[in-house]
Each structure stands twice: as structure tokens, then as C-alpha cells.
């Protein structure tokens, strides 16, 4: 099926030959040379000849005497009937040759794909002669079973010089009409002036002309700048006499004896153009130059009556294409619908009267029509207005500023933190454990003074095997080192290393996981291979993105980076399967391989095993990964700071470990982080493998509900080790919080904002009320149950953070919005 709207037909007159050239689509064209038939003008000049002497009074062409139509001395009534018949005969002939088979058929193919109501026929006739036939009743589809109402003929002109301005849809309140009533005598313009106002409900009406005794210098003057005034139009309508001219795009008599041509009126409609006219309807004769040159300008549709019109059809006419227009039809369906009633209803009384109505329109034009007063009030209202355009423009620009993101996301994870508080929601999930996941063995500063050592940094290996020895020995199974051990320190290397073995080649081994990470250079920096070998040891990377989440890959290509938490947690869970696989010493296998293997192959066996540990939420999203090319972070999962430190992870020092000191009985299944907690680790300031907890408020605020006295430098640092245990509870528990963008809730309180404006600024001042108090109770009421509903989202399984800020922002400026403007008003 395709969307199609338009051929394009020129016609060309060389001596005997008509050169039809149809055109459509992406520069597809077809021509056809057809003969003329010789006795078609013949036809068109009796039946012309016969018409005229039919309605030989009240032309609205040249003036003729006023009276009643004399009865003829013949029936010009049946030789008219007659005329018509024998003429539009050899014209449907014609048009129906062989010839033109290919062009017909063309436009039948199109028209039967085509999925809008209407195909439209554009009919440009280079010779005058052409010009003359009524090419609007070429029945087309009528050998292809086609309904022929639904391909339209429509005019347009040879010369199309002017720019078309379309409007359609930012018209005001109700369009604006000019009506210019020009010499009436032997004229009655009463029954026009009735249908025109009776679009009261619908257009803004202006009436001027003649008058006697008008001064013809100052009419002149007043229809120049009536037509081009500032306010401009929407429609120009005239009614009265009119010719047509060689030089001059045509005459109109505007009062006895005093005609305006368009070449004169030319610089006044252009600039109406310019001001939003968009039809010109002339309810008088012989218009077709005039219609030719008004699109020349750059007029979108003119209507126009091709031969001289009988003062009594054109009563008949106008108030007919009035009322199809009022009922919200474009132009040209109501052109057809007020020539089908001359044709079906009062064909008897005006024969041949159908035949003269055509459109004349820009190709490039959208179809004038009127719409609902409150729908385009509405509508004008859609378009943002400059201080709109500025202030959205900035919320929308500040939404995708990352640092202004992070800033307004801790910002309401510390609001999360509150609620969670004040509501007594401090548990983590619905389903909670007793203890915390992880145990975070942090070597301190009274750590170092106790065990004696002289320069902590890098850590003494053989302090590390120490506390190696007595988490084995307290049978913990998961052990993470969050220090990077790519330096030689001799003896003490051989040393750890021995404790690693020993605890990896016991009854129930236990899983090693390192830290790697790149430096500056590049360089990878890992463990030591006489320290921990890579075929029974496991090394994620230990780099972290302050506020986020580090995902785990979706794929198994050994090119995917593991992060440290993820492996500490994927180490864990391995652990549930009866038959886990297991680090051995004599393994030739790089470990996380063959734990990668053993994952993807177990996942369609336990699928329920593994759903929190490669769910969809742990993989980057295709959202995601495109929003990083944008240099955004959409739908990245965060950290929830708004869990309390206490239900994440216990800490303890690591002398109270060696002393046997407040170790909690089971390790089994505790996740053990070794990690530092002293200047010399970087904590003294922030950087490295640490971060000072004013980036993240919440934590802060945690601390200070724990311990308010404590302003130390190191509590005022959220360390590695910490940022590594929330990430591991996280996936642990599948806690992953998705952020909502805050650019994809601008956007949508931009439209209910928008919405609410419009019911404001519309319903309510409509009905003169005040906005002011209904506004203000409504956007605090939307604003309060949108931010409770927020917080408790957040909290809920769903997960999901709805950001408060910019979208409140948004949606008070448009309310504020809709208060200001109706202070202005009043």
C-alpha cells in the first residue's frame, strides 16, 4: 500500500496534436501525443453560443440591461440540454481514446493503492483554448470500476512564480474573511450577504464596496489596504462583475463603470499572502486569468467561475459551498459539493450551470479549511510561544547535562533515604536476610599501628595472608581483595600465595576474586602470577562510575570485562548448585572461562537460579547502550544510597579478625571484601579507588543518623571496598533501581502542562472564571500525589525512579503560565 496524493497533468495544444505529459511520485513521467478533434471547439463554441443566449441577462461579465429573462422566441432551454449533451459527448470520447489509455490506467493503479480518501489530478493547460473545457468532469476510473469521487480534478496555473505560505492549522480563534462587494448593477447581492454572515460562529466577516455617492479614489485606496492590513486574511471574496484580460491577470468591476485590475492589486496580495491569505473565492465571470495569475503569486486556491454566471446561480452557488464549507470540508469538496447540487437539483432550472465552477490551486498548497472555534483556539495555543520556547529549551538542555543529572539523582536518592525513614521502610526489600550479605574486613589505621607496619602502601602480602589464614579458618568461601597486587615484595609474595593455595585446595575450596584494572597508559594491572594463578583465581575490574551500577556482560566472549562485584557475586551464587564447579590447582584452564561456560550452559537448566544474577536488569539495555553514543546514561541502573550502610554490609576492623573479635559466626555464606581504610590507601582525599560521601548525600545523611559527632576526613570518604559491597547486595537481591530520564519526563509534563494550560487558559476563562485558585490546588494536588507516588515506586519491587525536580518545574511554569495570562487579559 503506499500514501499517495497527486498526478500532475499538462496540456499542450501544437497544431493538431495535444501533448498530454503526466507526472508523479519520484520523477516518474509519462507522454502521450493524442490528436485534437477539430469539431471539439466547433461543439464548445455552439454549446458557449447556445449558453449565453440562454442566461442573456444579469451576467455577472459585462453589464447588461436589468429586467426579468424574457421568454425566447425559442426553446434555448432544450438546445442548451442538447448543446451539452452533443459536446461533453465527443469531449468524454476523446478523453476515452486509446491514445490516453496508458495515462488512465496509470492514475486507476495508483488510485487503487492509494490509501488517502483523495487522489488529486493537477491540470496545468498551456493553451487558452484548453483552458476553456470542463476537464473537471473527466470521469477517469470509470472503465477501471472505480468510484470517480474519489479522484479529484483541481486547476492550477502554468506559471507559478510566488511562494505558497502555508497556514493551515495556526489559524486564530475563527478565520477571517474579506468580503469586497464591487458593481451590482443589475445585481442582487442580498442572498451572498446572508450565507457570508451566517458564518458568524465560524469567521470574522469584513464587508466594504460601493456605495453611491462613494468617492471611486478613496474606494480604490480602501480595498488596497483592506486587503493588505495587518491583521491579514483568510479567505478574499468577491462578487460582482469580472473579465478577463490579455496583460493584466483580469479585471474587477468594483463600480459602475470602474474596474481594478490584478496587476493593480498585485503588491496588496502578496502581502496578504504573506499575511496568511490562503483562498480567494470570486463569485463572478470569466475568471480563469484571474485565477492563473493570483497562483502565479502564490495564492494557495482560487475559485473562480470559468464562463459568464447568472446573477441567479450565483445566489444558488455561494450558499451551497458556504454550508459545505461550515461543516468543516475543505475547498474543494465543497466546490464539488455546490456544483453536484447544481447538477442533481437544479439542473433543470440552470442547465449546464455545474459546468462552470473550478478550483484553482498551488501544488504545493494544503487545502483551506474552516475548523472549530475552541479546536483552533487550541490549537494556536499548541504552538509554544517564546517564552516557552525559552524555558523548555533550558529545562530540556539542563536535563541532559550529566553533572546536573547526578546532582539532581542524589539529591533524590537523599529524599528516598528520608521517606524511607520516616515511613519505617529501612529494609532493603520485602524480603529481607537477618545479616547483612557482606562482611568488609577494612584494613584501618589502627590496623596498621598494631601489626607495626612501617609503610602501608603498598600492604605488607604477608599482613594479607594473615587475614587470608583466618577467614579460612572461619571457612569463608567467597574472599574478594580489593587491592591491586602487581608489585614484587619477595618472601612476603611466596607467603600469600601459600595462603591462597592452602584455601583454595581444601575440603569446600574457597573462590579467590582479585582486582584488575587499567592504568592510565592502558596497561592492564593484575595479580601476580606467582601470587594467584588466573586457571583457579577469578580478577574483575575494580574502576567504578560514581552513582551507577557496573553491569555484568550479556554474552560469553572472552573480550567481556567482568566487574569485581559481579564475579564476588556470580561466585556466590555458584555455590547453591549441588555439583558447582570448583577452583583446582592442577586447573590449564583460565578459571573465568570455565565459570562462564558453566554459567550460560546451567541457564536454560535453572533458569530460576540464575534469574538474579544475568537478568535482564544486569545487562545493558539496547536503551542504554544507544544513550551512551549520546553521551547520556538512560535507564542505567544506580546505586540505592537510600538503603542504610547497616542492611548492605558489616564492617569490622581487620585486627579485631586476627583477634578473633566480633566475627560473625557463619561465613559460609557471607561475601568477605578485603579493603583499605587508611591515608596512605588515598583516603586523605578523594580519587583513586574512593569518593568523598558529599557526592552522595545520602550516605552522609546515614552517617551522620549513626554517628553525628564523627567529621572526620576518613568518614567523610565512602571507600572502594563500600562502593564494591552495595553493588554486590544489589545483585545480590536483584535490587537494580532503573532511573527514569529526567529529559523523558520533561518532555511529558511539557504535554500535561501543556494540557492543563490549555483547560486553564480555555474551559475556565471561557466560562469567566478565575484560574488562579482552581490552578494552584491542582498542580500542588497533581504535584504531591506524583511525588508520593514517585517514593513509593521507588521502594516497591518496580524499582524504578521517577525524577521530582524538572518535571515539577515544568508542569508548575505552565500553570503559572496560564495565571499570567490571565492577568493580562483582565
Given at each position: 500500500?503506499?500514501?499517495?496524493?497527486?498526478?500532475?497533468?499538462?496540456?499542450?495544444?501544437?497544431?493538431?496534436?495535444?501533448?498530454?505529459?503526466?507526472?508523479?511520485?519520484?520523477?516518474?513521467?509519462?507522454?502521450?501525443?493524442?490528436?485534437?478533434?477539430?469539431?471539439?471547439?466547433?461543439?464548445?463554441?455552439?454549446?458557449?453560443?447556445?449558453?449565453?443566449?440562454?442566461?442573456?441577462?444579469?451576467?455577472?461579465?459585462?453589464?447588461?440591461?436589468?429586467?426579468?429573462?424574457?421568454?425566447?422566441?425559442?426553446?434555448?432551454?432544450?438546445?442548451?440540454?442538447?448543446?451539452?449533451?452533443?459536446?461533453?459527448?465527443?469531449?468524454?470520447?476523446?478523453?476515452?481514446?486509446?491514445?490516453?489509455?496508458?495515462?488512465?490506467?496509470?492514475?486507476?493503479?495508483?488510485?487503487?493503492?492509494?490509501?488517502?480518501?483523495?487522489?488529486?489530478?493537477?491540470?496545468?493547460?498551456?493553451?487558452?483554448?484548453?483552458?476553456?473545457?470542463?476537464?473537471?468532469?473527466?470521469?477517469?476510473?470509470?472503465?477501471?470500476?472505480?468510484?470517480?469521487?474519489?479522484?479529484?480534478?483541481?486547476?492550477?496555473?502554468?506559471?507559478?512564480?510566488?511562494?505558497?505560505?502555508?497556514?493551515?492549522?495556526?489559524?486564530?480563534?475563527?478565520?477571517?474573511?474579506?468580503?469586497?462587494?464591487?458593481?451590482?448593477?443589475?445585481?442582487?447581492?442580498?442572498?451572498?450577504?446572508?450565507?457570508i454572515?451566517?458564518?458568524?460562529?465560524?469567521?470574522?466577516?469584513?464587508?466594504?464596496?460601493?456605495?453611491?455617492?462613494?468617492?471611486?479614489?478613496?474606494?480604490?485606496?480602501?480595498?488596497?489596504?483592506t486587503?493588505?492590513?495587518?491583521?491579514?486574511?483568510?479567505?478574499?471574496?468577491?462578487?460582482?462583475?469580472?473579465?478577463?484580460?490579455?496583460?493584466?491577470?483580469?479585471?474587477?468591476?468594483?463600480?459602475?463603470?470602474?474596474?481594478?485590475?490584478?496587476?493593480?492589486?498585485?503588491?496588496?496580495?502578496?502581502?496578504?499572502?504573506?499575511?496568511?491569505?490562503?483562498?480567494?473565492?470570486?463569485?463572478?465571470?470569466?475568471?480563469?486569468?484571474?485565477?492563473?495569475?493570483?497562483?502565479?503569486?502564490?495564492?494557495?486556491?482560487?475559485?473562480?467561475?470559468?464562463e459568464p454566471i447568472?446573477?441567479?446561480?450565483?445566489?444558488?452557488?455561494?450558499?451551497?459551498?458556504?454550508?459545505?464549507?461550515?461543516?468543516?470540508?475543505?475547498?474543494?469538496?465543497?466546490?464539488?459539493?455546490?456544483?453536484?447540487?447544481?447538477?442533481?437539483?437544479?439542473?433543470?432550472?440552470?442547465?449546464?450551470?455545474?459546468?462552470?465552477?473550478?478550483?484553482?490551486?498551488?501544488?504545493?498548497?494544503?487545502?483551506?479549511?474552516?475548523?472549530?472555534?475552541?479546536?483552533?483556539?487550541?490549537?494556536?495555543?499548541?504552538?509554544?510561544?517564546?517564552?516557552?520556547?525559552?524555558?523548555?529549551?533550558?529545562?530540556?538542555?539542563?536535563?541532559?547535562?550529566?553533572?546536573?543529572?547526578?546532582?539532581?539523582?542524589?539529591?533524590?536518592?537523599?529524599?528516598?533515604?528520608?521517606?524511607r525513614?520516616?515511613?519505617?521502610?529501612?529494609?532493603?526489600?520485602?524480603?529481607?536476610?537477618?545479616?547483612?550479605?557482606?562482611?568488609?574486613?577494612?584494613?584501618?589505621?589502627?590496623?596498621?599501628?598494631?601489626?607495626k607496619?612501617?609503610?602501608?602502601?603498598?600492604?605488607?602480602?604477608?599482613?594479607?595472608?594473615?587475614?587470608?589464614?583466618?577467614?579460612?579458618?572461619?571457612?569463608?568461601?567467597?574472599?574478594?581483595?580489593?587491592?591491586?597486587?602487581?608489585r614484587?615484595?619477595?618472601?612476603?609474595?611466596?607467603?600469600?600465595?601459600?595462603?591462597?593455595?592452602?584455601?583454595?585446595?581444601?575440603?569446600?575450596p574457597?573462590?579467590?576474586?582479585?582486582?584488575?584494572?587499567?592504568?592510565?597508559?592502558?596497561?592492564?594491572?593484575?595479580?601476580?602470577?606467582?601470587?594467584?594463578?588466573?586457571?583457579?583465581?577469578?580478577?574483575?575490574?575494580?574502576?567504578?562510575?560514581p552513582?551507577?551500577?557496573?553491569?555484568?556482560?550479556?554474552?560469553?566472549?572472552?573480550?567481556?570485562?567482568?566487574?569485581?562485584?559481579?564475579?564476588?557475586?556470580?561466585?556466590?551464587?555458584?555455590?547453591?548448585?549441588?555439583?558447582?564447579?570448583?577452583?583446582?590447582?592442577?586447573?590449564?584452564?583460565?578459571?573465568?572461562?570455565?565459570?562462564?561456560?558453566?554459567?550460560?550452559?546451567?541457564?536454560?537448566?535453572?533458569?530460576?537460579?540464575?534469574?538474579?544474577?544475568?537478568?535482564?536488569?544486569?545487562?545493558?539495555?539496547?536503551?542504554?547502550?544507544?544513550?551512551?553514543?549520546?553521551?547520556?546514561?538512560?535507564?542505567?541502573?544506580?546505586?540505592?544510597?537510600?538503603?542504610?550502610?547497616?542492611?548492605?554490609?558489616?564492617?569490622?576492623?581487620?585486627?579485631?579478625?586476627?583477634?578473633?573479635?566480633?566475627?560473625?559466626?557463619?561465613?559460609?555464606?557471607?561475601?568477605?571484601?578485603?579493603?583499605?581504610?587508611?591515608?596512605?590507601?588515598?583516603?586523605?582525599?578523594?580519587?583513586?579507588?574512593n569518593?568523598?560521601?558529599?557526592?552522595?548525600?545520602?550516605?552522609?545523611y546515614?552517617?551522620?543518623?549513626?554517628?553525628?559527632?564523627?567529621?572526620?576526613?576518613?568518614?567523610?570518604?565512602?571507600?572502594g571496598?563500600?562502593?564494591?559491597?552495595?553493588?554486590?547486595?544489589?545483585?545480590?537481591?536483584?535490587?537494580?533501581?532503573?532511573?527514569?530520564?529526567?529529559?523523558?519526563?520533561?518532555?511529558?509534563?511539557?504535554?500535561?502542562?501543556?494540557?492543563?494550560?490549555?483547560?486553564l487558559?480555555?474551559?475556565?476563562?471561557?466560562?469567566?472564571?478565575?484560574?488562579?485558585?482552581q490552578?494552584?490546588?491542582?498542580?500542588?494536588?497533581?504535584?504531591?500525589?506524583?511525588?508520593?507516588?514517585?517514593?513509593?515506586?521507588?521502594?516497591?519491587?518496580?524499582?524504578?525512579?521517577?525524577?521530582?525536580?524538572?518535571?515539577?518545574?515544568?508542569?508548575?511554569?505552565y500553570?503559572?503560565?496560564?495565571?499570567?495570562?490571565?492577568?493580562?487579559?483582565e
Open positions: 500500500m503506499m500514501n499517495f496524493t497527486a498526478f500532475y497533468l499538462t496540456i499542450q495544444q501544437v497544431e493538431k496534436l495535444c501533448l498530454f505529459q503526466l507526472s508523479w511520485g519520484q520523477g516518474q513521467n509519462l507522454s502521450v501525443n493524442v490528436a485534437y478533434p477539430e469539431h471539439l471547439t466547433k461543439l464548445y463554441q455552439e454549446w458557449q453560443k447556445i449558453y449565453l443566449s440562454f442566461y442573456n441577462t444579469a451576467l455577472r461579465g459585462k453589464v447588461a440591461n436589468m429586467g426579468s429573462l424574457p421568454t425566447p422566441p425559442i426553446d434555448w432551454h432544450a438546445r442548451l440540454v442538447q448543446a451539452e449533451a452533443q459536446f461533453l459527448s465527443v469531449f468524454h470520447h476523446w478523453l476515452r481514446s486509446a491514445e490516453l489509455f496508458d495515462i488512465r490506467k496509470q492514475i486507476a493503479q495508483v488510485s487503487k493503492q492509494n490509501q488517502t480518501p483523495y487522489l488529486d489530478i493537477f491540470i496545468a493547460c498551456i493553451t487558452p483554448d484548453l483552458a476553456k473545457l470542463p476537464w473537471e468532469v473527466w470521469e477517469i476510473g470509470t472503465e477501471f470500476a472505480l468510484d470517480s469521487s474519489q479522484i479529484r480534478i483541481v486547476r492550477t496555473a502554468t506559471n507559478r512564480r510566488g511562494t505558497v505560505i502555508n497556514t493551515q492549522g495556526k489559524y486564530p480563534s475563527k478565520a477571517r474573511i474579506l468580503v469586497i462587494l464591487g458593481d451590482d448593477t443589475g445585481l442582487n447581492f442580498e442572498s451572498e450577504k446572508q450565507a454572515a451566517s458564518l458568524k460562529d465560524y469567521a470574522d466577516v469584513k464587508f466594504i464596496g460601493w456605495q453611491p455617492n462613494k468617492n471611486i479614489d478613496y474606494l480604490k485606496t480602501e480595498i488596497v489596504q486587503i493588505s492590513c495587518q491583521n491579514g486574511w483568510d479567505i478574499l471574496f468577491f462578487a460582482g462583475h469580472s473579465n478577463e484580460t490579455n496583460l493584466t491577470g483580469g479585471e474587477l468591476g468594483i463600480a459602475p463603470g470602474v474596474a481594478l485590475s490584478i496587476s493593480q492589486l498585485e503588491p496588496a496580495l502578496i502581502t496578504a499572502k504573506d499575511r496568511g491569505l490562503q483562498c480567494a473565492i470570486f463569485n463572478s465571470c470569466n475568471g480563469l486569468s484571474i485565477a492563473d495569475k493570483l497562483i502565479d503569486l502564490g495564492i494557495s486556491q482560487v475559485a473562480v467561475m470559468r447568472h446573477n441567479q446561480v450565483a445566489e444558488v452557488f455561494l450558499p451551497r459551498f458556504l454550508q459545505a464549507l461550515s461543516e468543516y470540508k475543505d475547498v474543494h469538496e465543497s466546490l464539488i459539493s455546490a456544483a453536484q447540487y447544481l447538477k442533481v437539483e437544479k439542473n433543470f432550472t440552470y442547465p449546464s450551470a455545474y459546468l462552470i465552477p473550478c478550483l484553482f490551486r498551488h501544488p504545493g498548497s494544503e487545502l483551506f479549511l474552516l475548523q472549530p472555534a475552541f479546536i483552533n483556539q487550541a490549537i494556536q495555543k499548541l504552538i509554544p510561544n517564546r517564552r516557552e520556547l525559552i524555558v523548555v529549551s533550558i529545562l530540556l538542555i539542563i536535563s541532559l547535562l550529566l553533572p546536573v543529572q547526578q546532582f539532581l539523582l542524589q539529591r533524590r536518592i537523599l529524599l528516598q533515604a528520608i521517606y525513614q520516616l515511613t519505617g521502610q529501612v529494609a532493603a526489600t520485602v524480603a529481607t536476610v537477618e545479616t547483612p550479605p557482606v562482611l568488609l574486613i577494612e584494613i584501618d589505621e589502627d590496623s596498621i599501628r598494631k601489626a607496619i612501617s609503610n602501608p602502601k603498598p600492604i605488607d602480602r604477608k599482613y594479607l595472608a594473615n587475614l587470608i589464614d583466618k577467614l579460612t579458618a572461619n571457612q569463608a568461601k567467597i574472599i574478594g581483595i580489593d587491592y591491586l597486587l602487581d614484587h615484595q619477595g618472601e612476603s609474595d611466596r607467603i600469600l600465595a601459600n595462603s591462597i593455595k592452602t584455601a583454595v585446595k581444601s575440603a569446600k574457597t573462590w579467590f576474586v582479585f582486582a584488575g584494572t587499567a592504568n592510565q597508559d592502558g596497561q592492564w594491572l593484575r595479580v601476580l602470577p606467582n601470587i594467584a594463578d588466573l586457571n583457579w583465581s577469578l580478577e574483575g575490574e575494580i574502576e567504578i562510575l552513582g551507577y551500577m557496573q553491569l555484568i556482560p550479556e554474552d560469553n566472549s572472552q573480550s567481556s570485562i567482568w566487574s569485581f562485584s559481579g564475579l564476588l557475586t556470580i561466585s556466590h551464587q555458584l555455590q547453591q548448585f549441588p555439583n558447582a564447579l570448583q577452583p583446582k590447582l592442577d586447573s590449564q584452564q583460565d578459571f573465568s572461562l570455565q565459570m562462564r561456560n558453566f554459567l550460560y550452559s546451567q541457564k536454560e537448566n535453572q533458569p530460576n537460579m540464575l534469574t538474579s544474577l544475568i537478568s535482564k536488569r544486569s545487562h545493558s539495555q539496547p536503551i542504554t547502550t544507544l544513550s551512551y553514543s549520546l553521551h547520556q546514561m538512560w535507564m542505567h541502573p544506580i546505586i540505592d544510597f537510600s538503603i542504610s550502610p547497616q542492611a548492605i554490609y558489616k564492617n569490622i576492623p581487620a585486627w579485631q579478625l586476627l583477634e578473633d573479635q566480633n566475627i560473625p559466626h557463619n561465613l559460609q555464606d557471607t561475601i568477605v571484601i578485603v579493603a583499605a581504610r587508611y591515608e596512605e590507601a588515598g583516603l586523605s582525599y578523594p580519587g583513586e579507588d569518593i568523598s560521601i558529599s557526592n552522595f548525600p545520602a550516605i552522609k546515614w552517617r551522620d543518623q549513626e554517628n553525628p559527632i564523627n567529621q572526620s576526613k576518613i568518614s567523610q570518604i565512602l571507600t571496598g563500600e562502593y564494591h559491597a552495595y553493588m554486590v547486595h544489589h545483585l545480590l537481591t536483584n535490587r537494580l533501581v532503573i532511573p527514569i530520564p529526567d529529559f523523558w519526563m520533561v518532555g511529558i509534563a511539557i504535554f500535561i502542562g501543556k494540557g492543563l494550560n490549555l483547560y487558559v480555555l474551559y475556565l476563562v471561557s466560562r469567566n472564571k478565575s484560574p488562579q485558585l490552578s494552584l490546588i491542582l498542580v500542588t494536588i497533581i504535584t504531591g500525589i506524583y511525588g508520593l507516588i514517585s517514593l513509593q515506586v521507588y521502594i516497591s519491587a518496580t524499582a524504578i525512579l521517577l525524577p521530582c525536580l524538572l518535571p515539577s518545574i515544568t508542569l508548575w511554569f500553570i503559572l503560565s496560564a495565571i499570567s495570562e490571565k492577568k493580562n487579559d
